[in-house]
């Protein structure tokens, strides 16, 4: 069975300042995905950015990337220049690809604060 | 907006009631998924359907059960409720079409079971 660690319950950063949030998987499958979602205030859970294993160039979307180290199954999310809409709980998921669309495996989640 | 529904958006009941959650994949998504998000249990996923057929089984108790209908639309019927059901449900759909594999959210349903 695959596990998601996500090791910072909480984290803080000034606004228009980089953060990263750290995430490391255990899988003993070859192909997978991975993802980031943000859950704000309101609760809805929203796709921040995916990465395919098979790819090595790590994925970017805007004001984040991530650090994809297959090797050390690690999976780390950048947010540059953070902003205060970026307050939420951040999820890393994992999503094995061997057998089809599958359910998706999470992390506890680590909470991001932005102060102004 | 994500493109998949779910209603109620809040349910108030109490213990050893029976409830029904609804949800409408994004158009096109063959693939639901139910998650149950509680504070001490983290997001933890139900059960999956594809197509209409159940495709895989989580950490779904026995008093839970869901189904998929011909429209594609799914519902998740939980009875004998417990306190410790109270939590926000998630619906999510995948498929067919642009980001195939990645799973989009609904808005959830908060269930507190009194």
């Known amino acids: 069975a695959q596990t998601v660690t996500q090791s910072q319950p909480e984290m803080s950063v000034q606004e228009a300042e980089t953060v990263t949030l750290s995430c490391t998987y255990d899988t003993s499958e070859s192909n997978y995905y991975l993802f980031w979602y943000k859950q704000p205030p309101s609760r809805q859970m929203i796709l921040v950015i995916r990465q395919e294993a098979y790819k090595q160039q790590n994925a970017t979307e805007n004001r984040f990337s991530v650090n994809f180290q297959k090797a050390a199954k690690s999976f780390s999310l950048k947010i540059s220049d953070s902003q205060l809409g970026d307050t939420a709980m951040y999820f890393c998921a994992f999503m094995n690809r061997n057998s089809g669309n599958t359910p998706l495996v999470f992390g506890k989640g680590t909470r991001l604060s932005v102060i102004a | 907006d994500s493109g998949v529904t779910q209603t109620p958006k809040h349910l108030i009941t109490a213990t050893g009631q029976r409830v029904t959650l609804r949800c409408s994949p994004r158009s096109g998504d063959l693939s639901v998924y139910w998650y149950q998000q509680s504070l001490d249990q983290g997001l933890q996923f139900l059960i999956q359907?594809?197509?209409?057929?159940?495709?895989a089984k989580g950490n779904i108790l026995e008093r839970f059960s869901a189904q998929q209908f011909p429209d594609l639309h799914s519902e998740l019927n939980l009875s004998s409720l417990e306190l410790g059901d109270s939590a926000l449900y998630f619906c999510a759909s995948s498929g067919p079409g642009q980001g195939v594999d990645t799973q989009y959210f609904g808005p959830g349903t908060r269930l507190t079971v009194l």
């Open positions: 359907y594809y197509n209409g057929e159940e495709r």
